[in-house]
Nanobody, 115 residues
Framework: QVQLVESGGGLVQVGGSLRLSCAIS????????LGWYRRAPGEQRKLVAS???????NYGDSVKGRFTISRDNAKNQLYLEMSNLKPDDTAVYYC?????????WGQGTQVTVSS
């Protein structure tokens, strides 16, 4: 069973920055589709950012220009750099690795942005 473990969440003030990490218990390559999702209180889980084969990226409209997704294949890690954080960014953030025959999720890490 593949495990994804997020870390780096916490409490930050408006305008601050955080870096989330996701450790993946298998070798990742550029063909793996990896992504960050979040679930705010009372809402459904939504895409934050994703990175597919070849390194192409996709961002949710609300985070474009503020968040950056990246990966380190040598370390089997996925990252999310978040800057200029807003109260609406408060959510549990999840890491995901999805393929044609599998769909793995982490347990999530809480990010709280205080005003």
């Amino acid at each position: 069973q593949v495990q994804l473990v997020e870390s780096g969440g916490g409490l930050v003030q408006v305008g601050g920055s955080l870096r989330l990490s996701c450790a993946i218990s298998k070798t990742i390559t550029n063909i793996n589709h990896l992504g960050w999702y979040r679930r705010a209180p009372g809402e459904q889980r939504k895409l934050v950012a994703s990175m597919g084969g070849g390194g192409n990226t996709n961002y949710g409209d609300s985070v474009k220009g503020r968040f950056t997704i990246s990966r380190d294949n040598a370390k089997n890690q996925l990252y999310l750099e978040m800057s200029n954080l807003k109260p609406d960014d408060t959510a549990v953030y999840y890491c995901r690795n999805v393929g044609a025959t599998f769909d793995y999720w982490g347990q999530g890490t809480q990010v709280t942005v205080s005003s």
